[in-house]
C-alpha cells in the first residue's frame, strides 16, 4: 500500500484545510489510518485516527472540537478536515495506515510523505 497525502497550503488564522489520504494497493479498506503532524524542532505528534470501518475516530486532545477525520472505502481515501485553524497548527502532517487501531505512529505499516499545512496569524 502507498499513500499520498494531500491538501495542504497556507491559510490564515480561523480558515479551514481539508487533508486527504489516498491510498493505492490492495487492503487499504481493512487498514486503521492515522494522521500526525511534526512541526520545526518539536517531535512528532498524534492528531487523529480512525478505525478501517469508519466507525471509529479519537483526536489529540487540542483537535478534538476543530478537526474531524472520515474516510470513503470506496475511494481508498481518508480525510481529515481541520476548522479554525490556528498558528501553532502550521506543520508536516503524515499519514500511515497500519492494521492496529491507536495512536502510536510506530504501530503503523504503511507511511505517506508529508504536507505542508502553514497558517499565518
Request: net charge positive.
Amino acid at each position: 500500500v502507498q499513500l499520498q497525502a494531500s491538501g495542504g497550503g497556507l491559510v490564515q488564522a480561523g480558515g479551514s484545510l481539508r487533508l486527504s489520504c489516498a491510498a493505492s494497493g490492495r487492503g487499504f479498506s481493512s487498514y486503521a489510518v492515522g494522521w500526525f503532524r511534526q512541526a520545526p524542532g518539536k517531535e512528532r505528534e498524534f492528531v487523529s485516527a480512525i478505525h478501517w470501518s469508519g466507525t471509529g475516530t479519537y483526536y489529540g486532545d487540542t483537535m478534538k472540537a476543530r478537526f474531524t477525520i472520515s474516510r470513503d472505502n470506496a475511494k481508498n481515501t481518508v480525510y481529515l478536515q481541520m476548522n479554525n485553524l490556528k498558528p501553532e497548527d502550521t506543520a508536516v502532517y503524515y499519514c500511515a495506515a497500519g492494521r492496529k487501531y491507536g495512536s502510536s505512529w510506530e504501530q503503523n505499516d504503511y507511511y505517506g510523505q508529508g504536507t505542508q499545512v502553514t497558517v499565518s496569524s
